[in-house]
């Protein structure tokens, strides 16, 4: 096997700082082969930490000094395709500071700010997720909720797709957290893209924006009543919708998914399409769980659920990271919707509960449950 680049130049005995310079220069950092990615740290310290968020792995992984010098390694495994959001923890005079990765450029932002990115051979960020200059652009615009089951107004952004006529009807994905898929999933850019491409059927989405998530998502009756009962026959008025149940879809990562198999759930026959990613679908089976009280809700629902499911739709496609704590219960959901009757499609990546996890899904999900005239040509 081929010595890591690190491994070669340590081998070399002690550098010099000139030494360093140019190892630093004539490679980027990670530096990635094979299975195996080497991150570097340059600097005054007392210790150094890659701080990571891999489900199973001590969340700490240290740093090796090279002698005495101010050059530090880390030698990580890195599977074919994946990709592994992480910081630094340097260590000064009892000081721990977290950074970003001074070496590497690419980062991954969310609503708690950014983090530095790692990605295994094979792994490329989608096209389809990128702005296409030659892609019809669809539009935005804004609509309020002024009378709520939440007793206060929402705002709704409201996706029109590229040649939207009023004449024609389009299929309705209601979108949780639709503010946070727009800034960090890049999803305007998403549906156009796909819908372009005519990989997914041109649609209308309604990208909501929630007071208090944690209190709202976990089976809240009055979160359910507001899509259900007030936005949707809101969204019916306005716009030329299909009438169908199946043409109509639920949408949300983490407690934004369980938000939307609960709606669903509440009101079986409404949402024909349920999309759900990295779900927080904390059970028990015995006991209590260990996930602290924001999860008490959710775990209230999803005992119920799975103890008397229904059918709450028609074709459910989920996605999780394996890198997640939550692989466990997304895996463990898939046999049970299955026993519904329910179509069931299930994608399972190295990645971790991310937005970009959720974007790089966005194609494989919409266009199972919208398939665009390519899909519906070819499949």
Same mark, same amino acid.
Request: with cysteine; net charge neutral; proline share 8%.
């Given at each position: 096997?081929?010595?890591?680049?690190?491994?070669?130049?340590?081998?070399?005995?002690?550098?010099? #700082?000139?030494?360093?310079?140019?190892? @630093?220069?004539?490679?980027?950092?990670?530096?990635?082969?094979?299975?195996?990615?080497?991150?570097?740290?340059?600097?005054? #310290?007392?210790?150094?930490?890659?701080?990571?968020?891999?489900?199973?792995?001590?969340?700490?992984?240290?740093? +090796?000094?090279?002698?005495?010098? =101010?050059?530090?390694?880390?030698?990580?495994? !890195?599977?074919?395709?994946?990709?592994? +959001?992480?910081?630094?923890?340097?260590?000064?005079?009892?000081?721990?500071? *977290?950074?970003?990765?001074?070496?590497?450029?690419?980062?991954?932002?969310? &609503?708690?700010?950014?983090?530095?990115?790692?990605?295994?051979?094979?792994?490329?960020? &989608?096209?389809?997720?990128?702005?296409?200059?030659?892609?019809?652009?669809?539009?935005?615009?804004? @609509?309020?909720?002024?009378?709520?089951?939440?007793?206060?107004?929402?705002?709704?952004?409201?996706?029109?797709?590229?040649?939207?006529?009023?004449?024609?009807?389009?299929?309705? @994905?209601?979108?949780?957290?639709?503010?946070?898929?727009?800034?960090? #999933?890049?999803?305007?850019?998403?549906?156009?893209?796909?819908?372009?491409?005519? /990989?997914?059927?041109?649609?209308?989405?309604?990208?909501?924006?929630?007071?208090?998530?944690?209190? /709202?998502? &976990? =089976? =809240?009756?009055?979160?359910?009543?507001?899509?259900?009962?007030?936005?949707?026959?809101?969204?019916?008025?306005?716009?030329?919708?299909? %009438?169908?149940?199946?043409?109509?879809?639920?949408?949300?990562?983490?407690?934004?998914?369980?938000?939307?198999?609960?709606?669903?759930?509440?009101?079986?026959?409404?949402?024909?399409?349920?999309?759900?990613?990295?779900?927080?679908?904390?059970?028990?089976?015995?006991?209590?769980?260990?996930?602290?009280?924001?999860?008490?809700?959710?775990?209230?629902?999803?005992?119920?659920?799975?103890? #008397? %499911?229904?059918?709450?739709?028609?074709?459910?496609?989920?996605?999780?990271?394996?890198?997640?704590?939550?692989?466990? +219960?997304?895996?463990?959901?898939? &046999?049970?919707?299955?026993?519904?009757? !329910?179509?069931?499609?299930?994608?399972?990546?190295?990645?971790?509960?991310? *937005?970009?996890?959720?974007?790089?899904?966005?194609?494989?999900?919409?266009?199972?449950?919208?398939?665009?005239?390519?899909?519906?040509?070819?499949?």
């Amino acid at each position: 096997m081929t010595p890591l680049a690190i491994h070669a130049f340590l081998d070399k005995g002690k550098p010099e #700082a000139s030494a360093i310079d140019a190892f @630093l220069r004539e490679h980027s950092f990670p530096l990635v082969e094979g299975k195996r990615a080497t991150f570097v740290f340059r600097g005054q #310290a007392d210790a150094v930490n890659l701080r990571h968020w891999i489900y199973g792995l001590e969340s700490s992984q240290p740093f +090796e000094r090279v002698w005495d010098t =101010d050059l530090w390694f880390h030698v990580h495994e !890195m599977p074919p395709g994946s990709r592994v +959001e992480y910081k630094l923890e340097v260590v000064r005079g009892g000081n721990h500071e *977290w950074i970003r990765d001074p070496f590497n450029s690419h980062l991954a932002h969310d &609503p708690f700010g950014a983090n530095s990115v790692a990605t295994g051979e094979g792994y490329v960020r &989608p096209q389809w997720s990128l702005p296409d200059p030659e892609a019809r652009k669809g539009r935005t615009e804004e @609509l309020w909720m002024t009378r709520t089951a939440f007793g206060q107004p929402r705002r709704v952004t409201m996706y029109l797709p590229a040649r939207y006529r009023p004449q024609r009807r389009y299929p309705l @994905l209601i979108v949780h957290d639709g503010g946070d898929y727009l800034r960090y #999933a890049a999803l305007k850019d998403v549906l156009d893209n796909l819908i372009h491409r005519l /990989e997914v059927a041109p649609l209308i989405a309604a990208l909501s924006h929630p007071g208090d998530r944690l209190v /709202e998502y &976990p =089976d =809240d009756p009055r979160h359910a009543k507001f899509i259900a009962q007030e936005l949707l026959p809101e969204l019916e008025q306005r716009y030329p919708l299909l %009438p169908a149940a199946n043409a109509r879809c639920l949408m949300g990562a983490s407690f934004g998914a369980v938000a939307s198999l609960a709606t669903a759930w509440r009101h079986p026959g409404k949402f024909g399409r349920l999309l759900l990613q990295s779900g927080s679908f904390a059970f028990t089976d015995i006991g209590r769980h260990k996930r602290g009280p924001a999860f008490d809700k959710v775990v209230e629902f999803v005992n119920a659920f799975r103890d #008397a %499911p229904g059918r709450p739709s028609e074709r459910v496609y989920l996605s999780c990271g394996m890198y997640e704590s939550l692989i466990y +219960e997304n895996r463990s959901l898939v &046999p049970l919707l299955q026993t519904t009757g !329910m179509g069931v499609r299930y994608e399972w990546v190295r990645d971790g509960h991310n *937005w970009e996890n959720w974007r790089d899904r966005l194609q494989s999900g919409l266009s199972w449950l919208f398939p665009g005239p390519l899909w519906m040509v070819y499949e």
